[in-house]
């Protein structure tokens, strides 16, 4: 069994950084695609950014303000997070492995993380 523990969620100014973790434990994770997704409140929830080997992808809604990276040794995922926008308030989820991403729906997930909230207002 994996388990993804997400941290580093807090209040921030807009325009701010904030760099979020995901630390998963218990069996290795392997390394497989592993997703950032969020949820604002009253709406659904959104894949956020990927990464799968060498491979990363994102929302056009974060495009060149968040970068998503892994360090194996550590069996962490990263969320660097800048340029912070009020609209990105919401609680952040780490999810794998992503086995597929169709039309921008990302497919797998067996495991997810319990979240991390991110606010962003002055």
């Known amino acids: 069994e994996v388990q993804l523990v997400e941290s580093g969620g807090e209040l921030v100014q807009p325009g701010g950084s904030l760099t979020l973790s995901c630390v998963a434990s218990?069996?290795?994770?392997?390394?497989?695609?592993i997703g950032w997704f969020r949820q604002a409140p009253g709406k659904e929830r959104e894949a956020v950014a990927y990464?799968?080997?060498?491979?990363?992808r994102y929302a056009d809604s974060v495009k060149g303000r968040f970068t998503i990276s892994r360090d194996n040794a550590k069996n962490t995922v990263y969320l660097r997070m800048s340029g912070l926008k009020p609209e990105d308030t919401a609680v952040y989820y780490c999810?794998?492995?992503?086995?597929?991403?169709?039309?921008?729906?990302?497919?797998?997930?067996?495991?997810w993380g319990k979240g991390t909230h991110v606010t962003v207002a002055s």
């Open positions: 999810a794998g492995p992503i086995t597929a991403i169709i039309a921008d729906t990302y497919f797998g997930m067996k495991y």
């Open positions: 218990g069996d290795p994770l392997p390394k497989s695609s």
């Open positions: 990464i799968g080997g060498s491979t990363t």
